[in-house]
């Protein structure tokens, strides 16, 4: 599947989310707190083909997420991706440090989830801000965000990863993090 999305940083969610339900978007699920690590071997292969493999944990729901490197484009983040819900976790980990990965970056968000059509948004609290984050057709993208009144300016390119060490809430390594940095300094990141 080719995920095609932007990311906007927004000083506060709550006029947003009234605003996108005006806008005739659906509640697809209320605010909820997800737990995201990266895994990548030692040597940080994945990260050096600008790859990526993330398992998200949502209450007891753990989902398995690889991304591709991402494609050209001036505007938005695309890539390839694939996604797959896990019926247990702590398993994975296990299968995961087995095969030689090891976690290389985590991250904690809240997440609401609307839908628009096709459209899918998200409304994210993280450390490093609040984000809207649209995802689905471009062109979709662009009517929505042109409804909304968010200029292209705004709109960002970067992942989680990228935006939390931009903000500082990373370590000092490439693939830190705020909660457990557990590669050296040869170690990358990209999700």
Not at 37 to 60: N, P, W
Not at 109 to 133: H, Q
Request: glycine fraction near 8%; proline fraction near 4%; aromatic fraction near 8%.
């Amino acid at each position: 599947m080719l995920e095609i999305e932007i990311k906007v940083r927004v000083p506060d969610l709550k006029p947003v989310h009234a605003r996108l339900l005006e806008l005739g978007a659906v509640l697809i699920r209320a605010r909820y707190h997800e737990t995201n690590t990266l895994y990548d071997f030692r040597d940080g292969a994945l990260y050096g083909k600008q790859q990526a493999l993330r398992l998200r944990t949502i209450g007891r729901k753990a989902y398995l997420t690889f991304k591709g490197m991402p494609q050209k484009s001036r505007r938005f983040k695309v890539r390839e991706e694939f996604e797959t819900e896990v019926n247990n976790g702590r398993h994975l980990q296990l299968t995961l440090k087995a095969l030689g990965l090891v976690p290389v970056f985590s991250y904690e968000k809240r997440r609401t989830v609307l839908k628009k059509g096709p459209l899918k948004i998200c409304l994210d609290e993280t450390a490093a801000g609040c984000f809207i984050e649209f995802e689905g057709d471009r062109e979709k993208i662009v009517r929505f965000a042109k409804l909304l009144k968010i200029p292209r300016s705004d709109w960002i390119k970067l992942d989680y990863v990228q935006l939390l060490k931009k903000a500082g809430k990373g370590g000092g390594s490439p693939y830190s993090s705020s909660l457990s940095p557990t590669m050296g300094s040869s170690g990358k990141s990209s999700s």
